[in-house]
C-alpha cells in the first residue's frame, strides 16, 4: 500500500509539472489578454490540452495515492513537481539548465527523501469525526482569512507573495485531507455516499480557493518570496493534519536531527531552483 502511495504521489507530482510546462507552452503563443477570449485561443493550442490532461491525470493520481497512504507521507512527495516542472521546461522551451540548477534539483530530492525515510510516516485511517474536523476547518480558514486582511494592496511585494504563497499552501493542504476523506468514503460505501457527504464538497470549494491564492501571490511578489513559503507550507500543514485528522504517526526523538537536515536542504533546493525558473520559463524566439 505504501508503495503504490509513493508511486502514485511521484506520477501525480511528475503529471501536474507537465501541465503547467504544456500550459505555460501554450501561454507563450497566444496574445496578452484574459477572460473567454483567451480560453477559447488557448483551447485551439494542442499543447494547452494536454497541459489540461496533465492537471486532470495530476488529481487522479493524487486521489489514488491518498486512498493507499498517510497524508504526511503524500502530500510532501508533490515537492518534486518544481523540479519536474523545470526538468520538463528546459526541452520544452529549449532552454538550458546552469549547473546551479541541476545543484538545487539534487538537493530537494536528497532532502525530500532523508525527511520521509527519518520520519517513516505511517497510518491507515480515512476518516476523521467532526469532533477533529471542527477545530482544523476554524483554523485553516481563519488563518487564510488573516493571511488575505494582511495582505492587502500596498504592502511590500517580498511580504504579500510569501502571505499569499502560505494561505495557498494551507488551502492546498486541506483539500488534500477533505480529499483523502471524500475518497475514503468512495472506496468504502459507493458512489452515492461520496456524493452526499460534506467532504466532497468541501475539496472543490478549497481546492479552487487554493488556485485563486495561488494566482494571487504570484501577482503580488517574485517567486523566490512565494514558491518556498508554498512548498514548505503545504508538506507541513499536511503533516499536521495527517497526525490530528487520521491519527497518523512519524517517529521522534533524535530522528527530528535528519527530518530538519533535510528540511533545510529542501528549502535550500527550492530558494536555489526560484532563481532559476525565471529564466528557464522565457519562450524561446
Not at 68 to 91: D, K, T, W
Not at 247 to 266: D, F, M, Q
Request: glycine residues 12%; hydrophobic residues 60%.
Amino acid at each position: 500500500m505504501i508503495a503504490l502511495a509513493v508511486l502514485f504521489a511521484v506520477l501525480g507530482a511528475a503529471s501536474n509539472a507537465m501541465g503547467t510546462a504544456f500550459q505555460r507552452k501554450a501561454a507563450s503563443r497566444v496574445p496578452q489578454g484574459g477572460g473567454l477570449r483567451l480560453i477559447l485561443q488557448l483551447a485551439r493550442q494542442p499543447a494547452w490540452l494536454i497541459g489540461i490532461a496533465g492537471v486532470a491525470g495530476a488529481a487522479l493520481f493524487q486521489a489514488l495515492a491518498l486512498v493507499n497512504g498517510p497524508l504526511s507521507l503524500v502530500q510532501p512527495l508533490f515537492i518534486l513537481e518544481l523540479p519536474f516542472a523545470l526538468m520538463i521546461a528546459i526541452p520544452l522551451l529549449h532552454r538550458s539548465l546552469p549547473g546551479a540548477g541541476w545543484w538545487a534539483v539534487a538537493g530537494v530530492v536528497a532532502g525530500l527523501g532523508l525527511v520521509l525515510v527519518a520520519a517513516d510516516p505511517s497510518g491507515a485511517e480515512t476518516s476523521a469525526p467532526m469532533a477533529r474536523w471542527i477545530p482544523i476547518l476554524i483554523l485553516c480558514l481563519s488563518a487564510v482569512a488573516v493571511a488575505v486582511a494582511v495582505s492587502r494592496p500596498g504592502r511590500p511585494p517580498l511580504f504579500r507573495a510569501a502571505v499569499l504563497g502560505s494561505a495557498s499552501a494551507i488551502s492546498n493542504a486541506l483539500t488534500a485531507a477533505l480529499l483523502k476523506s471524500a475518497v475514503g468514503t468512495l472506496e468504502d460505501d459507493g458512489l452515492v455516499a461520496f456524493l452526499t457527504v460534506w467532504q466532497t464538497y468541501g475539496f472543490v470549494v478549497t481546492g479552487i480557493g487554493a488556485v485563486l491564492l495561488l494566482e494571487n501571490a504570484l501577482q503580488a511578489g517574485p517567486l523566490a518570496a512565494s514558491q518556498p513559503a508554498l512548498t514548505i507550507g503545504d508538506a507541513t500543514v499536511s503533516l499536521f493534519l495527517g497526525v490530528f485528522l487520521f491519527g497518523e504517526t512519524i517517529r521522534t526523538g533524535w530522528w527530528l536531527l535528519p527530518e530538519l537536515a533535510g528540511a533545510g536542504l529542501v528549502l535550500w533546493g527550492v530558494l536555489g531552483l526560484t532563481r532559476v525558473v525565471p529564466h528557464v520559463g522565457e519562450s524561446a524566439h
